[in-house]
């Protein structure tokens, strides 16, 4: 990875040094552990999104172990195409249970092949490439073209997010796509599938979740487009999920950054989007906070079990707090969405974010979205990670893995 040595600020090389730190504790022999000290275990989304920015180092050990980790998670892969959302490194125990690992998983398989060149080892992963693609397919009960989720049921893994949720579908749509192109030439049969598939859930994504005119009239019986269009009048974001007869009104930070850097949002939609961020101030005082405005007791989407370790209060853990590796999403979206001296003030306060915590340069899961204080577990392998990501993305003005 080119850190630009010469340009970059102090903050940002002494952030990046104490992320490379971070991300060789949590190397095992089995693969790469979150947090080794808190999370003992090779999560599926937690590698990939910390091998985005760590595949891209120049460090020996980095590679192998993204190679080792999807391959403990492809030996987990169940019979129906289901990638598990982690393996415990100590006894190889496997747990299940998230929507959005097996388009995680896809998506870390494609990028380290394109990392490593490793052409071979991609085509022995195919096979579970597309059980994962076929699982993820079967999830769209309605043949709308997207996936449905349980409560909790992808990364937000303490949010009421249900129905037709944006995030994962997002990835999806992005897997689908980047599998056409990694696999065009070897390929061709497959390819044309994936490429429809990839346009039909697009599609479904841009009609379900972005708020039409105030007029469109939804004649289906799911009309929920309808009432949304009527009560919300016309929202600068997608919404965060939809269901039969109801849809969520937050905005959801991290789904619609993905969107920017997946493609699924168009150049205006992007522009409205960034926007907004900066008109409701979620960027501050750290990239970035990840629901807004966040649910209140007594609300609608308020659950009781977001009192669980206390964590998911207002202003805390998914429900409006901050979060270090999104932070690194934010940086990327704004260098996808050519607003460069934008990205590098961002990439800045996301370095102090980082630098926070007993210990100087903690890495921390999360911050509390008011205060900025250092919250979650520390050494979080996926903060590091997507450090280095949104550093190579400022100083590269490129985006890869998407």
Request: net charge negative.
């Amino acid at each position: 990875m080119t850190l630009g040595v010469e340009t970059a600020p102090h903050s940002e090389l002494s952030a990046s040094a104490a992320a490379l730190q971070v991300l060789r504790r949590n190397l095992s022999s089995k693969g790469l552990t979150a947090a080794a000290e808190n999370y003992p275990q090779v999560w599926t989304r937690d590698t990939v999104i910390t091998f985005l920015g760590a595949a891209l180092i120049d460090d020996d050990a980095m590679l192998p172990c993204f190679r080792q980790s999807l391959e403990l998670l492809a030996e987990g892969q169940d019979r129906f195409g289901q990638i598990p959302f982690f393996v415990r490194v100590a006894d190889h125990l496997v747990r299940y249970g998230s929507v959005d690992s097996n388009p995680w998983f896809v998506l870390g398989s494609l990028h380290y092949a394109e990392c490593s060149g490793e052409e071979a080892w991609l085509e022995k992963m195919l096979p579970s490439i597309e059980a994962a693609l076929g699982w993820c397919e079967m999830r769209d009960s309605r043949k709308r073209g997207l996936m449905d989720s349980l409560e909790c049921d992808d990364w937000a893994d303490l949010l009421c997010n249900r129905g037709n949720v944006l995030f994962p579908n997002v990835l999806y749509a992005c897997a689908l796509r980047r599998c056409a192109e990694a696999f065009a030439d070897t390929h061709p049969e497959k390819v044309a599938a994936w490429a429809e598939r990839s346009e039909v859930v697009h599609a479904a994504i841009q009609d379900s979740f972005w708020v039409k005119p105030v007029g469109h009239i939804d004649k289906s019986h799911t009309q929920e487009k309808t009432h949304a269009s009527i009560t919300l009048r016309k929202v600068p974001y997608f919404l965060p999920w939809v269901s039969m007869f109801e849809y969520g009104e937050r905005f959801d930070t991290t789904a619609n950054l993905l969107a920017i850097l997946c493609g699924v949002a168009s150049e205006e939609q992007t522009e409205a989007i960034l926007a907004y961020i900066r008109k409701t101030g979620l960027a501050t005082p750290h990239p970035i906070r990840v629901l807004h405005p966040p649910i209140q007791p007594g609300e609608r989407d308020w659950r009781d079990y977001y009192k669980v370790w206390l964590n998911n209060l207002p202003n805390q853990y998914h429900n409006g707090g901050i979060w270090p590796w999104v932070g690194g999403i934010y940086v990327a979206a704004l260098v996808k969405a050519g607003h460069h001296e934008e990205s590098t003030l961002a990439l800045k306060s996301l370095a102090a974010a980082v630098e926070k915590g007993e210990d100087r340069f903690e890495f921390n899961e999360w911050l509390h979205g008011q205060t900025g204080e250092p919250m979650g577990a520390h050494s979080q392998a996926w903060s590091a990670g997507m450090f280095l990501y949104a550093s190579h993305a400022v100083n590269t003005g490129t985006t890869p893995g998407f």
